[in-house]
């Protein structure tokens, strides 16, 4: 087979019934994927849940390795998680953070992350400083600088693709800066992962954080974290690191992993991770660079195709847009999103809770949430876009 979206969707069964445009939620799953998954849970139900970890023990290594390279990082570096949230809470609680102390994030963070650095504010009385924007949107790294100068500033977080716009952040600027400033960085990699090209060296981040279920294309429930050599000399480890980040050496003394694996969990839902590792080869099989440029291609199509029709307005900000389109209706996108759905098109509706800094100032309360990836094809997006436009003629 010579077509290779073909082939990407013969290798995709959702493909055949339905318009899949919520790949910033969650992505259709290839059928390798599916079938990694399958066969575990079957030798565990053959072998006993142990002895099938045992048995697939080389695989899981493998995994490590198959993330690792999705990002330019070595496995020992990769550390699974349940969740990008997870992972990014592991990471947090490495820093003993004091009373005075400084976190600095942005405008476009993602929702969750927000609310846990508001809750550390409370708990903890450290103080959360979120940099100004640069004029055409996204975090402005001069900001960054002149923060970490004025402040006693701990740790450094920002999302690269925030959830409610296609808004990309410059996250290797604000790298630099923190480089040159001593103050360990962290990358929330959630909506990048599988649609850009990501060399985490190259970022200059002590961690970086993503879910396996968006553009990666892996299943719901598990996450990862990549943690930098710099991260791991420092002896950086979680709050409540576990028997598998760490081993009892005596009463009182624990000794940890000299891995990534440090963040991992006893309990590991392995069916997940050999899904997780399956989706990351079949990414690099595709090729980043392909998916990037496809995606990206078609999320411009659909801008402009939504800027046509009247009453609608695309919100995306930032000078090069991601595969993440958002668009207000001048109605609920919740009700536009069920209707769609009911005539086999897939979306979200992102509120404006959800980026409450950045929809500050604006009449926005609600966006349609358009996110097409590298299977899609052109066809689906004008059946999508005359659905919808069917629907809010009404």
Not at 209 to 215: D, E, S
């Amino acid at each position: 087979m010579n077509d290779p979206v073909e082939q990407w969707r013969n290798d995709t069964p959702g493909c055949a019934a339905r318009i899949h445009l919520n790949n910033a939620g969650a992505a259709l799953m290839p059928a390798p994927v599916l079938a990694a998954m399958q066969a575990h849970l079957t030798l565990e139900s053959e072998l006993g849940g142990y002895e099938a970890a045992d048995a697939r023990a080389e695989a899981v290594t493998t995994a490590h390795a198959a993330v690792g390279a999705l990002v330019g990082a070595a496995g020992r570096h990769v550390a699974f998680t349940a969740s990008a949230t997870a992972a990014f809470v592991q990471a947090i609680s490495a820093f003993d953070l004091q009373r005075g102390d400084a976190v600095v994030t942005t405008r476009a963070d993602y929702t969750s992350y927000q609310i846990q650095f508001l809750s550390l504010a409370a708990r903890l009385g450290i103080s959360v400083v979120h940099a100004e924007d640069l004029p055409g949107g996204g975090v402005d790294p001069q900001s960054v600088r002149e923060i970490l100068r004025r402040t006693r500033c701990r740790l450094v977080h920002v999302s690269w693709i925030p959830t409610h716009s296609g808004l990309v952040q410059d996250v290797a600027a604000v790298g630099a800066v923190c480089e040159a400033a001593g103050v360990p960085y962290l990358v929330d990699a959630c909506q990048a992962v599988g649609q850009m090209p990501i060399d985490v060296a190259a970022l200059k981040c002590d961690y970086l954080t993503a879910t396996a279920r968006k553009f990666l294309r892996g299943p719901r429930g598990i996450g990862f974290l990549v943690a930098s050599d710099r991260a791991l000399q420092r002896g950086d480890h979680p709050l409540f690191v576990d028997m598998r980040g760490a081993t009892w050496v005596d009463p009182a003394s624990y000794r940890l992993a000299e891995t990534a694996t440090r963040f991992e969990e006893w309990e590991f839902a392995y069916a997940l991770v050999l899904g997780l590792g399956a989706a990351a080869e079949y990414a690099v099989r595709v090729g980043i660079d392909v998916a990037h440029e496809r995606a990206w291609r078609l999320a411009g199509r659909l801008r402009t195709m939504l800027a046509e029709i009247s009453g609608v307005r695309v919100l995306d900000p930032g000078t090069r847009p991601s595969a993440i389109v958002t668009a207000s209706l001048g109605r609920p996108a919740g009700a536009v999103m069920q209707q769609l759905r009911t005539f086999g098109v897939n979306s979200s509706a992102t509120l404006r809770w959800y980026g409450l800094r950045s929809f500050e100032g604006t009449d926005v309360e609600s966006a349609l949430r358009l996110s097409p990836h590298y299977y899609n094809t052109d066809d689906e997006l004008d059946r999508a876009i005359g659905t919808l436009a069917g629907i809010l003629r009404g």
